[in-house]
């Protein structure tokens, strides 16, 4: 296991597709500038050329407000590229993350049970802006995956990119043991997504 200080910038090539989702919290608004909300929501996003399903975004309140989406405690459920159907998936509403210097035995009881999860992004607030695609927030911001841990202040998710920059106090834990296939398979899942990505 490792730790890394610093800012950190991840590139979403195959992990996250993190933007897609977004515009669907205001499926149901117009944008003439009305405020719509849903509260303890569950919104799915699917690949429009293939209807393939590719995140969930759970949380406790989302805002429309014509551009702009405001999120209250957002949680990103990244969906592995073999699920194709959200009856493969195990609810997240309400899961509570690990601490970053969990033990390793901590960490595979958390992901024993969400095979369909390739990670988990979890902030108190963030704000998206549909125009520029661009998922940002200013708290405290969580990435989860069985490889790698990451905790920071303020965060910018760029779809368009594919890149997530997160500003500071940035901790990271990295666990090599699972992308050897030590610790419950990730190196499978990585190897399997790297395929279909190839098609």
Not at 12 to 35: K, V
Request: proline share 4%; with cysteine; charged share 25%.
């Amino acid at each position: 296991m490792g730790r890394i200080n610093g800012t950190v910038f991840l590139l979403m090539s195959g992990l996250t597709a993190l933007a897609a989702l977004l515009p669907l919290c205001a499926s149901g608004a117009d944008d003439t500038g009305a405020a719509v909300s849903l509260t303890d929501f569950a919104l799915p996003e699917y690949r429009k050329k293939d209807n393939r399903l590719q995140f969930i975004i759970y949380g406790d309140r989302a805002t429309n407000l014509g551009a702009f989406i405001n999120l209250e405690n957002p949680l990103m459920d990244i969906v592995n590229e073999n699920i194709r159907n959200i009856n493969e998936v195990v609810p997240l509403g309400g899961v509570k993350l690990y601490p970053l210097n969990a033990s390793a035995a901590e960490v595979s009881r958390f992901w024993a049970d969400k095979k369909h999860c390739r990670a988990l992004i979890f902030s108190t607030a963030a704000e998206y802006n549909k125009n520029t695609k661009v998922l940002r927030g200013d708290t405290p911001a969580f990435f989860r995956s069985r490889e790698m841990d990451i905790d920071g202040v303020g965060f910018d998710a760029d779809y368009e990119n594919k890149l997530i920059h997160i500003r500071s106090k940035v901790r990271m834990v990295i666990r090599p043991e699972y992308r050897r296939g030590g610790m419950g398979g990730g190196a499978k899942e990585t190897n399997q997504s790297a395929k279909d990505q190839a098609k």
